[in-house]
Nanobody
Framework: QVHLVESGGGLVQPGGSLRLSCDASGFAFSYVRMSWYRQAPGKEREVVATISDGGDTTNYRSSVKGRFTISRDNAKGTVYLQMNSLKPEDTALYYC?????????WGQGTQVTVSS
């Protein structure tokens, strides 16, 4: 059974940084692509960043390029999202995501609030 647990969210001032973690279990983590999504109140869920199984290929939505970095530790079964230069518009519930065996799996999410 796929299990994703996010952590690391919190309240941060504009310009600050946070590092999100997603601990994965129940599947062969090192063989699958992983993603971070976010959903702000009243808005649709959107992809933030994606990383290939080996970690050599990453993709970002344009609004976070140069500020966010996705990475993974296949030995630990963990994917990270380093978020720098945070803006109020980054405020959202952040989710870890994997598509496996024709099925989407999500974590419970971790709240990120950027406010002064």
């Amino acid at each position: 059974q796929v299990h994703l647990v996010e952590s690391g969210g919190g309240l941060v001032q504009p310009g600050g940084s946070l590092r999100l973690s997603c601990d994965a279990s129940g599947f062969a983590f090192s063989y699958v692509r992983m993603s971070w999504y976010r959903q702000a109140p009243g808005k649709e869920r959107e992809v933030v960043a994606t990383i290939s199984d080996g970690g050599d290929t990453t993709n970002y939505r344009s609004s976070v390029k140069g500020r966010f970095t996705i990475s993974r530790d296949n030995a630990k079964g963990t994917v990270y999202l380093q978020m720098n230069s945070l803006k109020p518009e980054d405020t959202a519930l952040y989710y870890c995501y994997v598509f496996l065996r024709n099925q989407s799996s999500w974590g419970q999410g971790t709240q990120v609030t950027v406010s002064s």
